[in-house]
């Protein structure tokens, strides 16, 4: 083998590599895109989003409710504190 077709060789298998590489980019890089895209696709379609309908405000006494329940549920199944918090309901069998 000449040194010719050596480098040839060199050449084309980092081109392939490479190319890849940029493919493999572009593939992640849409994950990130398509949705957007999509998004404003169907917000296009449908026109104007309507305004976000807000209920009376919560008082005093049931904010510190749910919070005592959340601390409750947090120290009982270790949660971690900067996580998503999901609160399973089961349902108790009741043994007559």
């Known amino acids: 083998m000449e040194l010719?077709?050596?480098l040839t060789i060199t050449f084309l298998g980092l081109a392939v590599v490479f190319f890849?590489?940029?493919l493999t980019a572009a593939l992640i890089y849409s994950f990130a895109v398509i949705p957007r895209l999509l998004n404003?696709?169907?917000t296009g379609i449908?026109?104007?989003p309507a305004p976000p309908?807000?209920?009376?405000?919560?008082s005093?006494?049931?904010l510190s409710i749910i919070?005592?329940?959340?601390?409750?549920?947090r120290r009982l199944y270790h949660a971690d504190p900067g996580g998503r918090l999901t609160i399973n309901r089961r349902k108790e069998v009741s043994k007559s």
Not at 53 to 58: A, F, I, M, N, R
Not at 67 to 73: A, H, N, R, S
């Open 60 to 62: 005093g006494e049931i």
């Open 46 to 48: 449908e026109g104007t």
């Open 53 to 58: 309908t807000q209920g009376p405000p919560v």
């Open 67 to 73: 919070t005592t329940v959340l601390e409750i549920e």
């Open 40 to 42: 404003l696709r169907s």
């Open 20 to 22: 890849g590489l940029l």
């Open 4 to 6: 010719s077709d050596a």
